[in-house]
């Protein structure tokens, strides 16, 4: 007999925490990282996985083989997966969790029509002031995010879904206000999730985006003997962007001619202009291979000034 509830995870320690547990139902890894790279909307098509693959193949040399075995696989798994009444997610406050989520609960709009989705998301915990990942969580604290989660209306679904539809889109331009529009969302971090990703497009000041800016600074600010220090502080350190360190050393590697030396680590002259706004790095930092969801990232341009995005005409 098949059990009555499907969980999604966020990734594979959750899973294994909820088998440790004891969770009953059957557990579901959602292995992607839809915040990086090019997304299409119709989630699980084959132009989706294509797009998909395209970006992990170009961006970090992973093979086809290995993209079929650690996340198309565990996706036919869910395909599989039709009987249950009740599908729970489990997703964090991050900006890499709150775009999978959305990326999800838009798949399940589409082909698990009727079921209830509910939501277990974590963040704000009473005791402390930084926001707590899922792994974080005692035992008892996982145990009571679940007993609190929040069961998704049809509005939840559909206002969950025109988010990731405006994330796909060819311009952020009407996310910046779709994501401050639902006020009474119970999607608590999506909206700061959203300005983060804003961020991610490059600044009008120096043509580096916020992430970018945030490493130089770093190694302005400090002494590192090694690359893997660096990152070690940048991951200890980054807002709410859930970012691993392969993410942070693929970023790097696009910075690497800002930098002199890597042991130790070190700014070069043009990195140190840059940073200072003495020069504007946009033409030689430009690519038209670089996406942020369904936006190209360098036609667009975040100015400070007014915490808003301008298109570039071509």
Not at 33 to 56: A, H, I, P, Y
Not at 268 to 285: D, F, M, P, W
Not at 293 to 303: E, F, I, N, R, T
């Amino acid at each position: 007999m098949t059990s009555p509830t499907l969980h999604i995870t966020n990734g594979d320690y959750t899973t294994e925490r909820l088998k440790k547990l004891n969770f009953e139902g059957q557990i579901i890894t959602w292995r992607e990282m839809l915040c990086e790279g090019k997304t299409t909307v119709e989630v699980g098509s084959e132009d989706f996985w294509k797009t998909r693959f395209d970006f992990f193949k170009s961006s970090y040399k992973v093979s086809k083989q290995k993209f079929i075995d650690y996340t198309v696989k565990e996706y036919r798994n869910l395909c599989n997966q039709k009987q249950q009444d009740e599908i729970v997610l489990w997703f964090e406050y991050d900006l890499f969790c709150q775009i999978n989520m959305l990326a999800v609960i838009s798949w399940l709009k589409r082909y698990r029509k009727g079921r209830q989705i509910s939501l277990v998301c974590s963040g704000k915990i009473k005791t402390q002031e930084k926001l707590a990942g899922l792994g974080e969580l005692s035992d008892n604290q996982l145990k009571q995010h679940y007993k609190n989660k929040v069961i998704l209306t049809q509005n939840d679904i559909e206002y969950a879904d025109y988010i990731w539809q405006l994330y796909c889109s060819d311009s952020p331009l009407q996310l910046e206000n779709a994501s401050k529009s639902n006020k009474n969302s119970i999607f608590n971090y999506l909206e700061d999730a959203i300005k983060s990703h804003l961020l991610r497009f490059p600044s009008i000041k120096n043509g580096l985006n916020h992430i970018e800016n945030g490493i130089l600074k770093t190694v302005k600010n400090n002494q590192f003997n090694t690359k893997n220090q660096l990152v070690a502080n940048l991951l200890a350190n980054q807002e709410n962007y859930g970012f691993g360190d392969t993410q942070y050393l693929n970023k790097i590697e696009q910075l690497k001619k800002l930098f002199t030396s890597f042991n130790p680590v070190k700014l070069s002259r043009a990195g140190k202009q840059v940073l200072e706004l003495q020069t504007n790095y946009y033409g030689k930092i430009r690519s038209d291979f670089s996406y942020l969801g369904g936006a190209k990232k360098y036609s667009y341009l975040y100015v400070n000034a007014t915490d808003k995005l301008l298109k570039i005409t071509s």
